[in-house]
């Protein structure tokens, strides 16, 4: 089976993105797998006495706050309504890299593009890592919704 991953970081743009790699999984017979990376925020630290901090708990809280977030944004995208399996999943790491990594063994990776830049013209630092340095096709999703 074909695999399509997707980058989501709850953008619009990603939407898009992820809207576009379901239909075309639908037409390639590919399951979609809907990557969000996430990097844990660093304990604020603080001259004041220690606390013990919850180390494992806090890792736990981030992950699955990450992966909620990842499968509320496919549940809103795709809903109950498509054939295609999408699997979310959530990486603790920097978003180009975790896309590069998933990437490696698919047949498509799929980002959205932000459109920032000097008039547009320039990729974002992600869909321009990606792909310079992806071992599989790169589409970078520059549209509105796919109709």
């Given at each position: 089976m074909?695999?399509?991953?997707?980058?989501?970081?709850?953008?619009?743009?990603s939407k898009?993105?992820l809207?576009?790699?379901?239909?075309d999984?639908?037409?390639?017979?590919a399951?979609?797998?809907?990557?969000?990376a996430?990097?844990?925020?660093?304990?604020?630290l603080?001259?004041?006495?220690?606390?013990?901090?919850?180390?494992?708990g806090?890792?736990?809280?981030?992950?699955?706050?990450?992966?909620?977030?990842?499968?509320?944004?496919?549940?809103e995208?795709?809903g109950?309504?498509?054939?295609?399996?999408?699997?979310?999943?959530?990486?603790e790491?920097?978003?180009?890299?975790?896309l590069?990594?998933?990437?490696?063994d698919?047949?498509?990776?799929?980002?959205?593009?932000?459109?920032h830049?000097?008039?547009?013209?320039?990729?974002?630092s992600?869909?321009?890592?990606?792909?310079?340095?992806?071992?599989?096709?790169?589409?970078?999703?520059?549209?509105?919704?796919?109709?």
């Amino acid at each position: 089976m074909e695999k399509i991953v997707v980058g989501i970081d709850g953008s619009e743009a990603s939407k898009n993105a992820l809207r576009w790699a379901v239909e075309d999984a639908r037409v390639r017979g590919a399951e979609v797998i809907a990557l969000h990376a996430y990097e844990e925020p660093m304990p604020a630290l603080d001259a004041g006495p220690a606390t013990p901090l919850d180390l494992p708990g806090l890792v736990t809280e981030f992950y699955e706050g990450a992966l909620k977030f990842v499968t509320d944004v496919v549940n809103e995208v795709v809903g109950n309504a498509v054939t295609v399996d999408v699997v979310p999943i959530a990486v603790e790491e920097g978003p180009a890299k975790s896309l590069l990594d998933a990437a490696r063994d698919a047949d498509l990776l799929v980002v959205g593009s932000h459109g920032h830049g000097v008039s547009g013209v320039l990729l974002g630092s992600v869909s321009l890592e990606c792909a310079q340095h992806a071992a599989c096709p790169v589409l970078i999703y520059r549209g509105s919704a796919p109709q």
